[in-house]
């Protein structure tokens, strides 16, 4: 069974309270994101554990951050999303065949 790296490392990203509130509501955002005092505002995060969980989700290739001026604004990076969704229901409901176990004579 072969799983991308990728792939793993962005559900490993989800797999934290804070990080999975922080992707939902940037989804729930849309295309022109957040700046990052309003994603604290939103969740009640001090700007250090935002900063870090921003950040995982950066390093996970979900989230991108672009700087204006003197703000920094984050949006899910749709498509790796989506890349994720699809490898997690590609083969749905594909069924599933158990091989035959050969046996030592």
Do not use: W
Not at 57 to 76: N, P
């Amino acid at each position: 069974m072969t799983i991308s790296s990728n792939n793993a490392r962005a559900l490993a990203a989800l797999g934290h309270d804070a990080r999975l509130a922080i992707f939902r509501l940037l989804v729930k955002a849309g295309e022109d994101g957040l700046r990052v005092g309003e994603i604290a505002e939103h969740l009640g995060l001090a700007p250090s554990t935002l900063a870090h969980h921003l950040s995982a989700l950066v390093d996970a290739r979900l989230v991108v951050q672009e700087k204006h001026g003197r703000e920094v604004f984050s949006r899910v990076d749709y498509p790796v999303m989506l890349g994720v969704v699809n490898f997690l229901t590609s083969e749905c409901c594909t069924g599933v065949t158990l091989a035959a176990k050969e046996e030592n004579a």
